[in-house]
C-alpha cells in the first residue's frame, strides 16, 4: 500500500481484519493462483477457508451467518484482495447475492440461503447479461411464467456468469409480467441441481483465467412459488437498481487497490533491472513517469476512500458509484499499461504478476455495466 498513508475510515479493529485477509491472500490465493488459471475455477476449498475468516459475508448479521462487521469491513477484503491481484476468487457474487436477499428477500428466503453462503458451503452467481442484451437490462427475453399451480417455469439464456461452473444457486433476472421495459422484470432464486437448469461451457477470456465465466441455459425450469425474490412480481429492476451502486463502488475500489500493487511491483523491479550499467530507476525518463503513475495512484486512492467512507456512511449514491467506477477503472488500464512497459519482455509473460494483472484489468471497463453507460448515469444528475 502507499507509504505514509492511511484511510480515514480505517481504525484499529480493521487494521488488524486487514492483516487477516492479507495472510488468506498469501496463504491461500497467491499459491495456488496459477493451477486455478491452468483449470479455470477455484477450488472450493478457498470458499470454505474464507468463510470461516469472515471475509464472504463480513456486515451481514450473524444469525444469518455473517460476521457482523459494517460496509467498512467489506472495503478491507475487496481492498486486499485487489492489492493482492486477485481476480479469480469470485467471493464477491456472493456478497452482492448476500445482499440483495439481506435487503429483499422474503425471512425463509434469508434463513434457507444466507448462512451456507456466509460459510462459503453455497456459492451463488447473478445471471443478468444475454446474449443479446449487454449492459440493457430492461432488454432481457429470459421469462419466468407463472402456472395455476403458482410454480414459475423459466425459459431463457445467459452468459458472461461469474462463478458460472460452480455455483449452487443463481439469481436470475427474468421477465414475470407482460409489460415492455423495467416492467414486468423480477428477480427470481433457481438451484442449480433443478433438472431444468444446464450449464454451458466455461468461457475462454482475455485475462481473469481462473474465474469460472460460463454460459447458462434455462429449459422450461420449474421453480417453487417461493422462489421469487421478495414474493412480489414485478420488484426485479428496482431491485437491481436498488444494488447496482454496490457492485460499481466494489470495482472501482478494487481498480483503485490494484492500481497500487503495480506500482509497487515497478518500483520493486526499476531498482533491481540494471541496463546500460544503471538501474532502470537512475533513468530519468523512469523516475518522471513512476512519478506521473504515484500522482494517479494517491489521487485514485483518495477517490476510492470517498467512496468507501459514503458507503459506511450510508450515503453512497448512484452517481458517486458510477463515477467511481468509470474514472477508476481507465485509471488502472492506463497506469497498469505504463508499468508494464518497464518490464520489458518480461511484462508480457504470464509468470509475470504485472502481465496477469494487465490482461485482467481491460475487461473491468465492461463489467458491472459498461463505462458508456456509466458516463449516461452521471450525466443524468447534472
Known amino acids: 500500500m502507499l507509504e505514509n498513508y492511511r484511510s480515514p475510515w480505517m481504525d484499529a479493529d480493521l487494521e488488524a481484519f486487514a492483516d487477516a485477509v492479507r495472510r488468506f491472500c498469501k496463504d491461500v490465493i497467491e499459491p495456488n493462483e496459477m493451477k486455478w488459471r491452468e483449470q479455470h475455477h ?13 471475509l464472504i459475508l463480513p456486515d451481514l448479521p450473524e444469525q444469518y451467518g455473517g460476521a457482523g462487521g459494517s460496509a467498512a469491513h467489506a472495503a478491507v477484503v475487496i481492498r486486499e484482495m485487489g492489492y493482492a491481484g486477485n481476480s479469480s476468487f469470485g467471493y464477491g457474487i456472493n456478497y452482492l447475492v448476500g445482499h440483495y436477499l439481506s435487503n429483499y428477500g422474503t425471512e425463509a428466503q434469508k434463513q434457507r440461503w444466507l448462512p451456507g453462503m456466509a460459510s462459503g458451503e453455497i456459492i451463488t452467481s447473478i445471471a443478468m447479461t444475454e446474449p443479446g442484451t449487454g449492459s440493457d437490462l430492461q432488454g432481457v427475453r429470459t421469462t419466468a411464467r407463472k402456472r395455476p399451480d403458482g410454480k414459475y417455469v423459466i425459459n431463457g439464456s445467459k452468459t458472461f456468469i461469474t462463478n458460472g461452473q460452480l455455483s449452487d444457486m443463481v439469481v436470475v433476472v427474468a421477465k414475470t409480467g407482460e409489460e415492455s421495459g423495467a416492467k414486468g422484470i423480477s428477480l427470481v432464486i433457481v438451484e442449480t441441481s433443478n433438472p431444468g437448469f444446464r450449464r454451458g461451457k466455461c468461457l475462454d477470456k482475455v485475462g481473469q483465467d ?16 417461493d422462489a421469487l425474490l421478495g414474493g412480489v412480481e414485478g420488484q426485479g429492476f428496482f431491485q437491481l437498481m436498488g444494488q447496482l451502486p454496490y457492485e460499481r463502488a466494489m470495482i472501482a475500489v478494487g481498480a483503485a487497490a490494484q492500481m497500487e500493487r503495480a506500482l509497487a511491483l515497478t518500483v520493486e523491479y526499476v531498482k533491481e533491472r540494471r541496463a546500460f550499467g544503471k538501474t532502470l530507476l537512475d533513468f530519468q525518463n523512469t523516475r518522471f513517469v513512476l512519478a506521473d503513475v504515484k500522482a494517479t495512484v494517491t489521487a485514485s486512492r483518495a477517490f476510492a476512500d470517498h467512496i468507501i467512507q459514503q458507503w459506511v456512511d450510508g450515503k453512497l449514491d448512484s452517481s458517486l458509484a458510477s463515477m467511481g467506477k468509470f474514472w477508476l477503472t481507465e485509471r488502472q488500464g492506463e497506469v497498469i499499461d505504463k508499468c508494464v512497459q518497464f518490464f520489458g519482455g518480461y511484462g508480457y509473460m504470464l509468470e509475470y504478476p504485472i502481465a496477469r494483472m494487465y490482461a485482467d484489468a481491460r475487461v473491468q471497463r465492461i463489467y458491472g455495466g459498461a463505462n458508456e453507460i456509466q458516463r449516461e448515469l452521471v450525466a443524468r444528475s447534472l
Open 210 to 225: 481462473a474465474g469460472d465465466t460460463s454460459e447458462m441455459f434455462f429449459d422450461h425450469c420449474v421453480v417453487e412459488a
Open 42 to 54: 477455484v477450488d472450493r476449498e478457498a470458499w470454505l477457508k474464507a468463510g470461516e475468516l469472515g
